[in-house]
């Protein structure tokens, strides 16, 4: 008891020197654990999306890309199929596709065209608001709806991608009829709209104004519209009627499709059909493309423990060497001590008393980090792919 109460006096009276040491030993046992967190947190997200979605369809070249674009709304950008491949998935009977279009951006945010499917296909829910029910609506994630401090009822306006890609891509003003809740996905941070949409802003499709006016109708006169009609740059219930697309569907683009097969059958015999590599298209499985990720992930995972096993080893020795300075500049009142009666015995438990409970403080510390990062790590996953995306 007495040790205890000394080592406690000692602490107490050099709280610098103890809090120092105490931080620098908990930051050497959180890290470690924290990134053992995150990087099994990680995995799980990765593979759950990836097993998450049986097949994709996309133009032929890298599968990770197309991976990645599809299921992460990253910045990649495989070339887009036309719309004939989806019906062609529909003809078959086999699966049912759902179309993305993720060629645009708002306030820094992916906007995914796509149909009514991908959201019971993601198994998404409304916070607030209602779903996409007419052309130039927009459903947002919870991240984007507390990023942007928006929500029902406001609107977020689309940019194209960079400065050179501007032909026939016009802005568009679409209001915000729903936020869904948060599912800490890729989904949290992205702005649905219908595919349509997506074409409008890409200038496939567009309303015109009413180049016929009282006028013109009173001087029995008539309007001729040509290109230079002013274009809309947000769809209302007065203008939406005269929204309009050139050409065939058909040929129209999607960024890539997610293939819901409707059985094993079903699954195999649509492989077969995008097997031969001079198709323009190609359908991969994403969990065979994000398995091979994490394993390439998890091969410098390897080394990245064997670095801070060292990194570990060298701090601890440093705590160690600043301990044993401690108790050398402590000499002299160690000899005092046992000039007073102390035997050595009771120095050297009085000592280790004194590192245990630095140890010990240390270890809670770590041990209390740990835990707000196990209770975060879904988030702070979500975030981390958000931001490397």
Known sequence: MNAIYLAYAYLRYHWARSLVLVLVAALILFVPIATQILLSTSERALVARGEATPLLLGSRGSQLDLTMSALYFSDERPD????????????????????????????????????????????????????????????????????????????????????????????????????????????????????????????????????????????????????????????????????????????????????????????????????????????????????????????????LDAVTAIIAVAALAAVGLAVFLSYRLRAREIVTAVKLGARQGMVLRLLATETLALLFVASGLAVLGAVVISQNSDSLVAWLLALGS
């Open 80 to 303: 887009p199929i036309p719309m004939r491949e989806v019906e062609q998935i529909w003809d078959s009977d086999l699966a049912l596709p759902i179309p993305l279009h993720t060629a645009f951006s708002s306030s820094g945010y992916r906007i995914v065209g796509t149909s009514l499917d991908y959201f019971d296909f993601r198994d998404l829910r409304l916070a607030e608001g209602r779903g996409l029910t007419f052309l130039g609506e927009a459903v947002i994630g919870a991240d984007v709806a507390a990023a942007l401090g928006v929500g029902v009822g406001d609107a977020l306006v689309s940019s194209p991608e960079n400065l050179f890609d501007l032909d026939g891509v016009y802005p568009l003003e679409m209001p915000i009829v729903g936020v869904l809740s948060t599912t800490n996905t890729p989904d949290d941070e992205a702005i649905f709209v219908d595919i349509k949409t997506a074409w409008v802003i890409q200038g496939i499709g567009h309303g015109h104004e009413n180049v016929v006016t009282a006028a013109d109708i009173a001087a029995g006169t008539d309007a001729i519209a040509n290109a230079a009609v002013v274009q809309y740059q947000r769809i209302t219930p007065d203008n939406i009627e005269s929204f309009h697309f050139h050409g065939s569907q058909d040929a129209f683009p999607a960024s890539s499709v997610i293939v819901v097969p409707y059985d094993t059958r079903s699954a195999t015999i649509l492989k077969g059909r995008y097997l031969a590599p001079e198709l323009p298209t190609q359908l991969v499985a994403p969990d065979q493309v994000i398995a091979s990720l994490v394993d390439r992930i998890f091969r410098i995972k390897s080394l």
